[in-house]
């Protein structure tokens, strides 16, 4: 995309930016190439839509509105009230759930509000480590969660790299959490949440669902939803599900008040408003047919990365994936994480190293990378163009050291994410 190709893509207030701030602009411009011509393979990320995007620049960013619709602390709400009840009303029809709270800023965000709403500093809470593929909130050491909370934590069985549901009833059974977490960033299986609330029932814990990877798949009907199951889902809005940078969480009705109150006024001032709108239009795609089959697509193409990836040599952690990532050991090649994330992104490929179960080595080297297929499918990439990128990857880790076989996978790489343009006008 060219330059001119780009403005034309951000409008009139691009203009208007380029005139009062070039170095700002030039940034805009830039990222836009960037995230064009590279591939993303980063499974946390996705390309929104422009009608997204165009909320997020909207003057809706300029209104706060602290409290909940009808019951706001400033006058001139009643416009964005209007955004508010309708992403609240398509958040729970979508997903079949009680409760909605459009306000989190984050994923990080939603999770403080849920130890706000469920738990008291000193409580214990049962997550799944961060090693084994949990999150920082879910009681990392350097997090909140791990400082104020009495953090017990489960993990993978070493022989199938799969959460072994006896252990954790037994490690619930003896530690008798107030809270169970169950939801990762690097799983590539689902959960089994039937099982899960029935140990949540057995201990009388709150069953809490840190959804923000696989929510997409989710509302795309694609896996099994912890809806039906949960106390509490709380999820990022940017990853599979394609909406704004954002968190949400959904509850039952009777947690309703208590989730309110602990995103406004327990955690947040203001909500960002023109984020809320842009989770409202996200919803109403997610509600599509087309957007059904998306969420089917980013597994197909999901699995088909995994079982490339394995041919050529590198081990996919549990066997595969049945979700939109998958995490891959490259002990194989000889090379670590962070030197495959470095030689990747030389080629043009953009991913992330990743801690494998029972990693020997640091979270700042790894053994392992994480890929995830949401951007790429969103892109409308299938299953042939994953087999050639599978194919990029392996000859950037063993290659990707030379300097002219890096800028020649890179040239492909262009190639290629040209073939299947994104934000072209
Ligand atoms: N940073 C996100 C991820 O990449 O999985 C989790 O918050």
Known sequence: MTQKDSEAFYGPDFNALQAQDPDI???????????????????????????VLATMGSTLSNKYAEGYPGKRYYGGCEEVDKVEVIGIERAKALFGAEHANLQPHSGASANVAVYQAFTKPGDSVLAMSLPHGGHLTHGSKVNFSGKWFNIFSYGVRQEDELIDYDELRDNAIANKPKMICVGAT???????????????????????????????????????????????????THKVLRGPRGGMILSKAEHAAAIDKAVFPGMQGGPIMSAVAGKAVALKECATPEYQAYAKNVIVNAKALAADLEKEGMRAVSGGTQTHLALIDIRSTGVNGKVADERCGASGIVLNKNSIPYDPETPAVTSGIRVGTAATTTQGMGVPEMSQIASFIARAIKDGGDENKAKAIRSEVNALTAKFPIYAR
């Open 25 to 51: 602009a030039a940034v805009l411009i830039s990222e836009l190439v960037r995230q064009q011509k590279n591939l993303q393979l980063i499974a946390s990320e996705n390309f929104t839509s422009p009608a």
């Open 186 to 236: 690097a799983y590539p299986s689902l959960i089994d949440f039937e099982t899960v609330r029935k140990i949540c029932d057995e201990v009388g814990a709150i069953m809490w669902v840190d959804a923000a990877h696989f929510i997409g798949l989710v509302a795309g009907k694609a896996i099994p939803s912890p809806v039906p199951y949960a106390d509490v889902v709380s999820f990022t």
